[in-house]
């Protein structure tokens, strides 16, 4: 009796729905990202607080879209090369979207240290960089919904540009002259750029990744 069909469906079947777990996950980070900003630049004492009660549900997600990832391994005897490389990447995805998560988190502690502070003269700036790094987060869950080779490659494009803001903002902030008071909004305001250009980065990753799912190829 061939039983092969029965456990490919299974296994099939199982596999869709880490991807689809993976997207609920990648709509709880993108939620982060907007309370991320809400907190930060529109100085919202809920949005901060919010953000750690959220980071628990995608933490939770990691978890679970890991051991599922282990699970799959198991269901084929001799699972194909195509199988392999979307588990690989699947437990790869994983972890940069709990990153991003992380990351989205200490923005908000930040916000809930600035606080106190008057808004900073550089924090249009700081927003603009946030909102960039937000669409690349949007741009690499669709590449991965859509399973978009090209898409996801695009964002590296992106992260250029993240990367000049982090550059220019850093030197800004690192050279004022007419510092008056304490230092630490300036220091919370360079952790906060580092923090956008990691999730810059993890979403770039999260891009090339769906492309290696695609086309076999890093």
Excluded: W
């Excluded at 200490?106 to 249009?124: N, T």
């Excluded at 695009?154 to 803001?165: C, V």
């Amino acid at each position: 009796m061939d039983t092969t069909q029965p456990v490919r469906g299974d296994f099939d079947r199982q596999l869709l729905r880490v991807q689809r777990d993976l997207l609920r996950m990648g709509a709880l980070v993108e939620n982060s990202c907007v309370l991320a900003r809400e907190a930060l630049c529109d100085r919202n004492l809920d949005s901060a607080q919010r953000l750690h009660r959220h980071d628990k549900q995608i933490d939770k997600f990691y978890r679970q879209i890991e051991m599922d990832c282990m699970h799959l391994f198991t269901l084929q005897a001799q699972p194909e090369a195509k199988d392999l490389r979307r588990i690989g990447a699947f437990m790869q995805l994983v972890r940069d979207l709990e990153r991003i998560g992380d990351y989205a988190e200490d923005l908000g502690e930040v916000a809930l240290k600035l606080f106190p502070y008057p808004v900073h003269p550089l924090m249009g700036r700081v927003q603009t960089m946030l909102d960039r790094c937000r669409s690349m987060v949007a741009m690499c869950l669709l590449a991965l919904s859509d399973l978009d080779a090209k898409s996801g490659l695009e964002i590296k494009q992106k992260d250029d540009a993240i990367d000049a803001d982090y550059e220019e903002l850093y030197a800004l902030l690192a050279h004022q002259t007419n510092l008056v008071g304490s230092v630490e909004p300036t220091v919370l305001l360079v952790l906060a750029i580092r923090y956008m250009e990691r999730i810059a980065d993890h979403a770039t990753n999260i891009g090339k990744r769906v492309a290696y799912i695609v086309t076999g190829e890093r």
